[in-house]
Each structure stands twice: as structure tokens, then as C-alpha cells.
């Protein structure tokens, strides 16, 4: 199986900026698409950004494009989101998960999932 474990949250004001990281086990890291999925308080858990295996296709949430930037390193079994410009709805525990293919926006298409990394912004 696949372990997933994120990193890199905390506590931020608006405007400011957060990388959260992604570490795999496994060696078959390049063959799964990798997506950030996000929950606030009293919400469905949502879609955030996605990421081909070969890093070559992304695809992301209308509420955070042209803010927030997925990235994977596959040397290093990592996967990456990189969060500019935060806003206080960015706030909620953002979660990773690995499919088998693609990069699929779809919550139940996703086999392994992380336990968290809490965001909170400010306003």
C-alpha cells in the first residue's frame, strides 16, 4: 500500500504564503496522479488541484487558480502545493490522495489518502 503524509501547515495571515508537502512511501510513486483535497468546519471535503504522474498535466479548483501551484518530485516521492495570496476561506485541514491514473478532480476516484495538514488564515 501507499502512506501519504503531509506537512508544512500553520497559521497566517491574509495575503501571506504556505507550502505544504507531501511524502510517499512505495515504489511506484510516478505511476499515481496525486490531488489536494481540502475541509473546512461544517463543509464537504473539496477539490483542490491535481497532478498527472509525470508531473506533465494540472488541473485546479477555480477558487485557487492563479494562487496556489501543484508540483510533484518523483525522486524524492514528494508531492507539493504551494499556496500564494491566502484568503480566510482558504482556511480548512488539506488533505492529499493518490489514484491509480490520471488526475482526476473526483473525491471517489482516489484510493490513499493523508491525515491532514491544518491551514488557518487570518483576516
Known amino acids: 500500500q501507499v502512506q501519504l503524509v503531509e506537512s508544512g501547515g500553520g497559521l497566517v495571515q491574509a495575503g501571506g504564503s504556505l507550502r505544504l508537502s507531501c511524502a510517499a512511501s512505495?515504489?511506484?510513486?510516478?505511476?499515481?496522479?496525486m490531488g489536494w483535497f481540502r475541509q473546512a468546519p461544517g463543509k464537504e471535503r473539496e477539490f483542490v488541484a491535481s497532478?498527472?504522474?509525470?508531473?506533465?498535466?494540472?488541473y485546479y479548483a477555480d477558487s485557487v487558480k492563479g494562487r496556489f501551484t501543484i508540483s510533484r518530485d518523483n525522486a524524492k516521492k514528494t508531492v507539493y502545493l504551494q499556496m500564494n495570496s491566502l484568503k480566510p476561506e482558504d482556511t480548512a485541514a488539506y488533505y492529499c490522495?493518490?489514484?491509480?491514473?490520471?488526475?482526476?478532480?473526483?473525491?471517489?476516484?482516489?484510493?490513499?489518502w493523508g491525515q491532514g495538514t491544518q491551514v488557518s488564515v487570518s483576516s
Open positions: 512505495g515504489r511506484t510513486f510516478s505511476t499515481y496522479g
Open positions: 497532478i498527472s504522474g509525470s508531473g506533465g498535466s494540472k
Open positions: 490522495a493518490a489514484e491509480r491514473t490520471g488526475y482526476s478532480s473526483i473525491l471517489s476516484e482516489y484510493e490513499y
